[in-house]
């Protein structure tokens, strides 16, 4: 049986590292770059674009999970990259709705880390409730 245990989720972060970035440093991309990049393959508009990207978003956060059910399902190796694609999916959703609201995934991601350190400052990282 595999255990979650067996799962390496950074076997390859130098690799993942190259991708993302420059030899000198430079992101070849930026979340404020990726947001728009988004927009320009939305394809729902209107008050049914907040749904379809809501329902996208659990749809693909979904696949994600059904990715590691299946390696314990079946008893067979945890596909990493197929989950890699997965999360690129609900990257695409967050950003697709981060954009609706009139925010973006730069201000999302800001405001995560904000809240987190704040959390962990005050020794409340882990616990129960959103506003803790
Ligand atoms: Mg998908």
Do not use: C, H
């Not at 329902?55 to 994600?64: F, I, K, Q, S, Y």
């Not at 954009?99 to 616990?127: P, T």
């Amino acid at each position: 049986m595999m255990n979650v245990e067996d799962i390496k989720p950074f076997a390859d972060v130098d690799k993942a590292y190259l991708e993302v970035f420059d030899k000198d440093g430079t992101p070849k991309n930026d979340l404020a770059a990726y947001s728009q990049w988004v927009e320009g393959k939305i394809l729902t508009k209107g008050r049914d674009r907040q749904i379809e990207n809501t329902l996208g978003l659990l749809g693909e956060a979904g696949e994600v999970a059904e990715k590691l059910k299946k390696a314990i399902r079946d008893y067979s190796v945890f596909d990493k990259e197929a989950t890699m694609k997965e999360l690129g999916d609900v990257l695409f959703y967050v950003a697709a709705l981060a954009n609706f609201y009139g925010g973006s995934l730069q201000y999302v991601a800001e405001m995560n880390q904000r809240k987190l350190d704040d959390r962990q400052l005050r020794g409340v990282l882990s616990g129960n409730g959103d506003d803790r």
